[in-house]
């Protein structure tokens, strides 16, 4: 049997401060009207939600291998497999399963 790791807290605690300020910085752009955004705007917004689904899929895949030694290879599955386990909501996890953020964020 493998061991069960520890969870990195200060690893978790980086990523939560990432995604709190990424949130900030789309809460100032999200002032604007969509069409009143410029396209630096724009590719800023875009920047901005993925490095938060890549700050969350950190924390994820760190809690999946620390807690219940899963390695999935790509974080869609971590979100998938997540959920699966309980501590993330279903809904979420299938919103992954789907690619719609992978489409987003290669489109």
């Known amino acids: 049997m493998i061991p069960k790791m520890l969870i990195n807290d200060d690893l978790i605690r980086k990523r939560i401060s990432e995604i709190r300020e990424g949130i900030a910085l789309l809460k ?15 590719l800023s917004i875009r920047y ?16 999946l291998s620390s807690m219940y030694q899963e390695y999935p290879e790509e974080y869609p599955m971590c979100f998938l497999a997540m959920a699966k386990r309980g501590p993330i909501p279903r809904d979420l996890g299938e919103i992954s399963e789907s690619g719609e953020i992978e489409e987003f964020i290669s489109s």
């Open 48 to 63: 901005l939600i993925i490095q938060l689904v890549e700050a969350a899929a950190s924390i994820c895949m760190h809690i």
């Open 28 to 42: 100032r752009y999200l002032e604007k009207e969509f069409g009143e955004l410029d396209i630096s705007e724009t």
